[in-house]
């Protein structure tokens, strides 16, 4: 299908769109002097440039081009539009000239030939699909002269370029327009569908989920066409629910063509490198790919060194051989941001496509890969063992046993940190299918099982602090507290609290806290403190890591609030959970109470609004009158401070004042 254009006159639409129809419906035939030309139909020329969808800035960048240089060559990806887009440029430029026509040039010879002697007044002239044999003649010089001739002439010349053959390195700026963004998916989709017998009924579609979500990723112009093709034949057969179901095989089978056509053991292990570290630095991608494709060298020729040519394919070449682009970013380092440049799918489903059809279709390469990935997820860099490990994640959707026995059980007890970590985020693919979660979930119980060893009981901690536990937080504060529940060393504990913090934080703020309330109620019983201390211990410290660190944006402005104290703001039931917690760490003997107090009534001094947040919670904590006479001498220690006396301390202070007052006094 052709890419770009939304042309579709009603009469023969299905002719129009394809490539392969495309001289028949387009160009008609002269013979001028023993000369064969071919000339773009009139009659068409104007419907084509009012049904098109302009890719801006791409039209803007080119018409000013052509009108400056007379001369525009269009560099892009197949089926982007350019063929479309080179001939509404040049009806634009020539359809107030009744005499004027736009005639389609071979790439060689009519090329070389253009000149003086075969130039037509006010003409225009497009070259289709430059051959890269060619395109090394299209010279500074050459590209000069033709600018102006055609000047002299009145003429246009637009030249299309497939980015996979020619590197835009070897075309002169002056004339180049690069086309990367392809115009609109939806609007593509709905000038279709308008133009298609049936297709208008069917606009109301475009609004489905399935389609909302495939126009996301960015399709081609030809695959939106395709689409609009498909939806009005479904819609007049009654098949519509039937054809969206079958969208998400669609870039299963672009991959599947990919490989067909690629079968250079470079190219395939860059494209499975691009596909773990989509979006990545370029560098990263070549890394990657050039250790996968050591290891594939080795089931291929195990005798050979592999060598490779060292200029090989050129960066440009190779990033349009994978369907991908590159795009400027920053990377943070200790020296500060730096700038670098990152590649990725022109379709972000491209990634798990690849992966799934080289592990289900590619059998022999099962165990490279998978020790590729293993090493990766093992990398010193956080980012490369983050991507493996999803990848790896990825992989076990269509063996989860396989990967369990071969990383999962293994890493989970390993003494390596980068190792326990990279196991939780595998897991978080897995945990999102429904068929293997509730093995995920199993697991994860069984690490956490009082008579596992240490570093599976980490394994699991960490792991319920992480994307799983997010998408079980019933099952992670399960999980958490039966690890609590036994003797654990200083490491699990803080493994915990620090899980702890992390659902909340996630969003299961009030799960959180009545959790720690049930931890931490032990504490009032003092023949069961013994017996709970550890647990207790972990829960406060859960509780004063939140207290303390986590924060929420206000409403409707300001600096962060607490996060706790935004989650008493009208629920009278968090405000008395709060206030225990603060009693059962006041109760511990530790300043861990006092401390959160003084961060929040800091706080309240910089937005006043805390304090009514506060008083409440401070009202619950204060239940007897050594904690009231407790903290009111931090209270007027703080109103008092030399350097920084706080009104918040002050207010409180009064307003505890008034309840004594209001009760008889203390």
Same mark, same amino acid.
């Given at each position: 299908?052709?890419?770009?254009?939304?042309?579709?006159?009603?009469?023969?639409?299905? @002719?129009?769109?394809?490539?392969?129809?495309?001289?028949?419906?387009?160009?008609?035939?002269?013979?001028?002097?023993?000369?064969?030309?071919?000339?773009?139909?009139?009659?068409?020329?104007?419907?084509?440039?009012?049904?098109?969808?302009?890719?801006?800035?791409?039209?803007?960048?080119?018409?000013?081009?052509?009108?400056?240089?007379?001369?525009?060559?269009?560099?892009?990806?197949?089926?982007?539009?350019?063929?479309?887009?080179?001939?509404?440029?040049?009806?634009?430029?020539?359809?107030?000239?009744?005499?004027?026509?736009?005639?389609?040039?071979?790439?060689?010879?009519?090329?070389?030939?253009?000149?003086?002697?075969?130039?037509?007044?006010?003409?225009?002239?497009?070259?289709?699909?430059?051959?890269?044999?060619?395109?090394?003649?299209?010279? @500074?010089?050459?590209?000069?002269?033709?600018?102006?001739?055609?000047?002299?002439?009145?003429?246009?010349?637009?030249?299309?370029?497939?980015?996979?053959?020619?590197?835009?390195?070897?075309?002169?700026?002056?004339?180049?327009?690069?086309?990367?963004?392809?115009?609109?998916?939806?609007?593509?989709?709905?000038?279709?569908?308008?133009?298609?017998?049936?297709?208008?009924?069917?606009?109301?579609?475009?609004?489905?989920?399935?389609?909302?979500?495939?126009?996301?990723?960015?399709?081609?112009?030809?695959?939106?066409?395709?689409?609009?093709?498909?939806?009005?034949?479904?819609?007049?057969?009654?098949?519509?629910?039937?054809?969206?179901?079958?969208?998400?095989?669609?870039?299963?089978?672009?991959?599947?063509?990919?490989?067909?056509?690629?079968?250079?053991?470079?190219?395939?292990?860059?494209?499975?490198?691009?596909?773990?570290?989509?979006?990545?630095?370029?560098? !990263?991608?070549?890394?990657?790919?050039?250790?996968?494709?050591?290891?594939?060298?080795?089931?291929?020729?195990?005798?050979?060194?592999?060598?490779?040519?060292?200029?090989?394919?050129?960066?440009?070449?190779?990033?349009?051989?994978?369907?991908?682009?590159?795009?400027?970013?920053?990377?943070?380092?200790?020296?500060?941001?730096?700038?670098?440049?990152?590649?990725?799918?022109?379709?972000?489903?491209?990634?798990?496509?690849?992966?799934?059809?080289?592990?289900?279709?590619?059998?022999?390469?099962?165990?490279?890969?998978?020790?590729?990935?293993?090493?990766?997820?093992?990398?010193?860099?956080?980012?490369?063992?983050?991507?493996?490990?999803?990848?790896?994640?990825?992989?076990?959707?269509?063996?989860?046993?396989?990967?369990?026995?071969?990383?999962?059980?293994?890493?989970?007890?390993?003494?390596?940190?980068?190792?326990?970590?990279?196991?939780?985020?595998?897991?978080?693919?897995?945990?999102?299918?429904?068929?293997?979660?509730?093995?995920?979930?199993?697991?994860?119980?069984?690490?956490? @099982?009082?008579?596992? !060893?240490?570093?599976?009981?980490?394994?699991?901690?960490?792991?319920?602090?992480?994307?799983?536990?997010?998408?079980?937080?019933?099952?992670?504060?399960?999980?958490?507290?039966?690890?609590?529940?036994?003797?654990?060393?200083?490491?699990?504990?803080?493994?915990?609290?620090?899980?702890?913090?992390?659902?909340?934080?996630?969003?299961?703020?009030?799960?959180?806290?009545?959790?720690?309330?049930?931890?931490?109620?032990?504490?009032?019983?003092?023949?069961?403190?013994?017996?709970?201390?550890?647990?207790?211990?972990?829960?406060?410290?859960?509780?004063?890591?939140?207290?303390?660190?986590?924060?929420?944006?206000?409403?409707?402005?300001?600096?962060?609030?607490?996060?706790?104290?935004?989650?008493?703001?009208?629920?009278?039931?968090?405000?008395?959970?709060?206030?225990?917690?603060?009693?059962?760490?006041?109760?511990?003997?530790?300043?861990?109470?006092? !401390?959160?107090?003084?961060?929040?009534?800091?706080?309240?001094?910089?937005?006043?609004?805390?304090?009514?947040?506060?008083?409440?919670?401070?009202?619950?904590?204060?239940?007897?009158?050594?904690?009231?006479?407790?903290?009111?001498?931090?209270?007027?220690?703080?109103?008092?401070?030399?350097?920084?006396?706080?009104?918040?301390?002050?207010?409180?202070?009064?307003?505890?004042?008034?309840?004594?007052?209001?009760?008889?006094?203390?």
């Amino acid at each position: 299908m052709s890419g770009g254009i939304s042309f579709a006159g009603r009469s023969d639409v299905r @002719d129009v769109v394809g490539r392969d129809h495309i001289t028949h419906n387009y160009y008609a035939r002269h013979i001028r002097e023993g000369v064969e030309t071919w000339v773009v139909k009139k009659q068409l020329l104007a419907e084509l440039a009012a049904l098109y969808v302009v890719p801006t800035p791409v039209f803007g960048d080119a018409l000013g081009r052509l009108q400056d240089r007379r001369v525009v060559v269009l560099h892009g990806r197949p089926h982007w539009g350019k063929r479309f887009t080179a001939l509404c440029l040049l009806h634009e430029l020539t359809r107030h000239d009744d005499g004027a026509e736009i005639q389609r040039l071979d790439q060689d010879e009519d090329l070389l030939s253009l000149g003086p002697k075969t130039l037509k007044r006010g003409c225009g002239y497009i070259v289709d699909t430059l051959a890269p044999e060619h395109a090394g003649r299209l010279t @500074d010089d050459r590209l000069d002269r033709l600018s102006e001739d055609l000047r002299e002439f009145s003429g246009y010349l637009a030249i299309t370029i497939d980015l996979r053959t020619v590197s835009r390195r070897l075309i002169a700026a002056d004339y180049l327009i690069e086309c990367e963004e392809p115009p609109d998916a939806v609007e593509v989709l709905r000038r279709h569908l308008d133009a298609l017998p049936g297709g208008p009924e069917c606009t109301e579609l475009i609004s489905r989920q399935e389609i909302v979500d495939f126009l996301q990723t960015k399709p081609l112009p030809r695959d939106v066409v395709q689409l609009a093709k498909d939806l009005a034949g479904a819609a007049r057969e009654d098949r519509v629910d039937a054809l969206l179901s079958r969208l998400s095989d669609h870039v299963s089978k672009d991959v599947e063509e990919w490989f067909q056509q690629h079968t250079d053991r470079a190219d395939r292990a860059f494209m499975l490198a691009l596909a773990v570290f989509n979006g990545e630095t370029y560098q !990263n991608v070549l890394d990657g790919a050039d250790r996968l494709d050591s290891r594939l060298q080795q089931i291929a020729a195990p005798d050979s060194d592999g060598g490779r040519p060292v200029f090989g394919t050129g960066k440009s070449e190779q990033l349009a051989r994978a369907r991908a682009r590159r795009l400027s970013s920053w990377e943070h380092r200790s020296v500060g941001s730096l700038p670098v440049e990152i590649v990725e799918f022109e379709n972000p489903r491209m990634a798990s496509a690849v992966l799934d059809f080289v592990w289900d279709e590619y059998g022999d390469t099962r165990r490279a890969v998978l020790d590729w990935l293993s090493d990766l997820a093992a990398d010193p860099d956080i980012r490369l063992r983050a991507r493996a490990a999803m990848a790896i994640g990825r992989l076990s959707l269509t063996g989860f046993g396989h990967i369990h026995d071969e990383i999962l059980s293994r890493w989970a007890g390993s003494k390596v940190y980068r190792l326990r970590q990279s196991v939780a985020w595998m897991l978080a693919i897995p945990a999102e299918d429904a068929t293997i979660a509730p093995a995920v979930r199993a697991l994860l119980r069984d690490w956490a @099982d009082p008579d596992s !060893n240490r570093w599976r009981k980490l394994t699991a901690a960490n792991a319920y602090g992480s994307y799983v536990g997010q998408l079980f937080p019933d099952a992670a504060l399960s999980g958490l507290r039966r690890i609590a529940d036994y003797p654990v060393d200083e490491g699990i504990g803080r493994a915990v609290s620090y899980s702890m913090a992390s659902l909340f934080e996630a969003g299961y703020e009030r799960e959180v806290v009545e959790a720690l309330v049930e931890w931490t109620a032990a504490d009032d019983q003092p023949r069961e403190r013994l017996a709970h201390s550890g647990r207790i211990e972990i829960g406060l410290r859960s509780f004063m890591w939140i207290a303390e660190l986590a924060t929420v944006e206000p409403p409707p402005e300001g600096q962060p609030w607490p996060a706790l104290l935004a989650l008493t703001e009208n629920d009278p039931g968090a405000v008395a959970d709060v206030a225990t917690l603060l009693r059962r760490a006041d109760r511990a003997k530790t300043l861990g109470a006092i !401390n959160a107090l003084k961060a929040w009534r800091h706080q309240a001094d910089k937005d006043w609004r805390l304090v009514d947040l506060i008083w409440p919670v401070v009202q619950v904590f204060t239940d007897v009158a050594h904690r009231e006479q407790r903290l009111r001498f931090y209270l007027e220690k703080w109103a008092d401070d030399a350097k920084e006396p706080s009104r918040a301390a002050v207010t409180l202070l009064e307003k505890l004042q008034e309840r004594g007052c209001a009760h008889g006094g203390r």
